[in-house]
Nanobody, 124 residues
Framework: QVQLVESGGGLVQAGGSLRLSCAAS????????MGWFRQAPGKEREFVAA????????RYSDSVKGRLTISRDNAKNTVYLQINSLNPEDTGVYYC?????????????????WGQGTQVTVSS
């Protein structure tokens, strides 16, 4: 069983930046493909970014490309999401997810493990 714990969320003004972290345990971290999703109030969970096991390949949602960077440190069992130029539309709960498969998929159903989420609120 894989446990995922997100941190780094909070209240930030528009234009600011945040770095979210997700610490994993319970399985060799380098065997997991990692992703970030977010869910705004009243909306479905949407894909944000994903990164392969070794960190060599990434995938981003078109809506956030250029403002977000996903990265991982396999020595620390942690995946990160750097968000720049935050705007109120970025408000929501950000979830870390892990996948046993190797494809950089954006589909939530393809991910096997989920964290509890961390709230990001952007004020205008």
């Amino acid at each position: 069983q894989v446990q995922l714990v997100e941190s780094g969320g909070g209240l930030v003004q528009a234009g600011g930046s945040l770095r979210l972290s997700c610490a994993a345990s319970g399985r060799t971290f380098s065997s997991l493909l990692m992703g970030w999703f977010r869910q705004a109030p009243g909306k479905e969970r949407e894909f944000v970014a994903a990164i392969t096991r070794g960190g060599g390949n990434t995938r981003y949602s078109d809506s956030v490309k250029g403002r977000l960077t996903i990265s991982r440190d396999n020595a620390k069992n942690t995946v990160y999401l750097q968000i720049n130029s935050l705007n109120p539309e970025d408000t929501g709960v950000y979830y870390c997810a892990a996948r046993l498969g190797i494809a950089l998929t954006s589909l939530p159903r393809e991910y096997d493990y989920w964290g509890q989420g961390t709230q990001v609120t952007v004020s205008s």
